[in-house]
């Protein structure tokens, strides 16, 4: 094993970091993430894992280096790491927790659409994502037939259009900005023949993982769309927030979309007042109100990552007692069957 001080003086450490480097788009970035954990360590200057955690997964890492390079060299804890970063835990059976917590199986109306909810469908647009979060409550999704491919997504929009109480559709996935905005604009089109629809939301964490997704192109399809857009972006920690987001977000608030987050509440990694108060301190800086602070979805895997509802009730309690309403997140947790999600507190 390599002692930590002489990969603090690594040269090619200091370089990667460098702002300077020469800028290159999103795709290319994409592929350029660190998809190893050994990588990943050794980039953070910390030792290599034990064993190989990159394993057979089937979720495995990926994390793009815009976002590896907000975690603090050195900290073998940081919050951010922590997010993404297999963990031998994950393979173990847990009671209770199970590869399809939320019920999303049972709620599918036609392929690609999710409609729990009166008045709002979600489209499942790809399974893929820029970040592999081990937390994530779709990791175990059978994406594949379930996303809308071209041949199927007229299926899915059939099925909208005999739906009149939906209006509301959400992009979804997956993160829906993996797709190419022209693959998105033709998914757009196609709904704007739906006269029934009166908003647009987009669940992303895009802005946050990578932030150059946000590109002339993008904003311009959003300016451009027919309805109010709410976009809800996806941070967990003060610290994933940097001035290349902020730019990001900035541009986003340019086409007139709303801006919200939704956290999920995680052990080790946000469970403390301080940390909540500076992320939505940090988050209203960056234009973004809060949304939902959701109780875990217990999925295989996640275990590590729960919060007893004790616990997130106290958390809660202590940001009303310091924030304006307007920044306090709504505890919800998400129960199969239930007709909205429901509040904790
Ligand atoms: C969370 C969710 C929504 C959105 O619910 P809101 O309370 O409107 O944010 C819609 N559809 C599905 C399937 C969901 O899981
Ligand atoms: S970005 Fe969202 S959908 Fe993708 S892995 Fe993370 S939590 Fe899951």
Redesign the pocket.
Known sequence: MKGQAAKLDNQPHSVSRSPIRPKIGWREQLKLGFRDPGELLDFLGLDPPDRSLAGESAFPMRVPRAFAERMAPGAAHDPLLLQVLPDPDESRARPGFSVDP?G?LD?RSAPAV????H????LMTTGACAVHCRYCFRQHYPYAGQTIAPRRWREALGYLGDQPDIE?I?L?GGDPLMLSTRQLSELTRDLAALNQIRRL?IHTRMPIVLPDRITDTLVAWLSALPWPVVI?IHANHPNEFDASVDRALERLRSSGAHLLN?TVLMRAINDDTHTLLRLMDRGFAAGVLP??LHQLDRVAGSARFEVSDETAVALLHGLRLRLPGYLVPRL?R?QPGQP??LPVL
């Open positions: 939320v999303d709620s999710l409609h729990k909810y008045g709002r469908a979600l509301e959400i979804s939301r809800v939704q949304y939902y919800v998400e909205f999600k």
